[in-house]
């Protein structure tokens, strides 16, 4: 017997797999017993179309610790990054014991993969447009499209990726530039010393970003904080989200914002954020910026950041056990020189 199929069926069979995505969208794995229940990925726009000349680099996968690189900035006595130091005028301990390095030296073309991580919270109100531009030059200045990627993560009340990884200029901006400012607050516009923000869930910010987008990346990791260091009503503590960077080797870098209209009428008394961000940037191996609300250090502090960030050391050893555990880290160099690098790293070994 002959089956005859009607016309109308073979249109809407054709209609429904018009309709289906082409491909996949790729998104945080959200599926840790530790990420926090108050993230979401906000979806990129589809309608955005990839740059002809910027097309992102292949992502490279790493999972475990065959060989530690250890990136860091060394910076004179005036605080400058300073891009002369030799592997004579350093040395690297492991558990306080000497370890012998396998390569030193600057890092000149090792891609980047950064992260820009935005605060959308009620705090930053009026700050939020400043910050916006800055970002957008400062990428503009530090990410080599050819061989570096980044992406945009905003935090507010939640963890939102406002752009996965690219290397499109254009499509970092756009991410920028739908920023905003989301306090929980209905009824009316958040009013700073009248109206307290619902949450500032900076640390799950930094776990994410740590967690699900550097953890299996290899090369070098940055993440750039535009924030007051306030946080409130994250589901990680601090430590844990120190502890997610250093496992995904990141520095983090805090560029201090706030308005002290934010904080009790003027005064300022209200602010605290800056002790934390210190101890988040000293154990990463980062730098922490103390702006306020003055745009004239937010583009020193870029230009200083993006110093830095072309002025890395690499220094290189084996790890002498691969035992899953933490071992501390310290650099020192010779002179009146400050080292900025990561307290530790985890020794996991290597799997397929």
Same mark, same amino acid.
């Given at each position: ?188 516009? +958040?009013? *700073?010393?009248?109206?307290?923000? $619902?949450?500032?869930? /900076? ?6 970003? @740590?967690?699900? !987008? ?102 290189? +050893?084996? *790890?002498?056990?691969?035992?899953? $555990?933490?071992?501390? /880290? ?6 009146? @020189?400050?080292? !900025? ?12």
């Amino acid at each position: 017997m002959r089956i005859r199929i009607h016309p109308i069926f073979l249109l809407l069979t054709f209609a429904v797999l018009a309709a289906l995505p082409l491909r996949a969208q790729v998104s945080p794995s959200m599926d840790s017993p530790n990420t926090p229940t108050g993230a979401r990925e906000q979806q990129a726009n589809d309608a955005d179309k990839p740059d002809a000349q910027e097309e992102a680099p292949q992502k490279t996968f790493k999972v475990g610790t065959s060989i530690v690189n250890l990136f860091f900035t060394v910076r004179d006595k005036s605080g400058v990054p300073d891009a002369t130091i030799t592997q004579g005028d350093c040395t690297v301990t492991e558990d306080k014991q000497p370890r012998q390095l396998k390569n030193f030296g600057l890092v000149r073309d090792q891609p980047l993969t950064l992260g820009v991580l935005l605060d959308t919270s009620g705090s930053q109100q009026t700050l939020l447009g400043i910050e916006q531009e800055s970002g957008k030059q400062f990428l503009r200045q530090v990410l080599n499209p050819k061989t570096d990627q980044a992406f945009v993560m905003t935090f507010d009340i939640h963890a939102d990726l406002a752009a996965d990884y690219t290397s499109s200029l254009s499509k970092l901006d756009k991410a920028l530039d739908k920023a905003q400012i989301n306090t929980g607050v209905t009824g009316g516009d +958040f009013i *700073p010393g009248l109206a307290k923000p $619902k949450g500032t869930v /900076l640390y799950d910010a930094v776990y994410l970003a @740590a967690h699900d !987008e550097f953890h299996e990346e290899a090369g070098r990791h940055a993440m750039v904080l535009l924030t007051d260091g306030e946080d409130e009503g994250s589901d990680m503590k601090i430590q844990q989200a120190i502890e997610a960077a250093q496992r995904a080797d990141a520095l983090v870098f805090v560029l201090l914002m706030y308005d002290p209209r934010a904080y009790g009428g003027g005064t300022g008394l209200g602010y605290g954020g800056e002790g934390q961000m210190k101890k988040l940037t000293e154990a990463t191996g980062g730098h922490v910026y103390v702006i306020g609300h003055d745009g004239r250090k937010l583009e020193k502090a870029f230009d200083d950041l993006a110093l830095a960030l072309h002025s890395e050391y690499v220094a290189t +050893f084996t *790890p002498t056990k691969l035992d899953g $555990k933490y071992h501390a /880290l310290q650099v020192q160099c010779k002179g009146d @020189a400050k080292v !900025e690098a990561r307290k530790g790293y985890y020794a996991v070994p290597p799997t397929d």
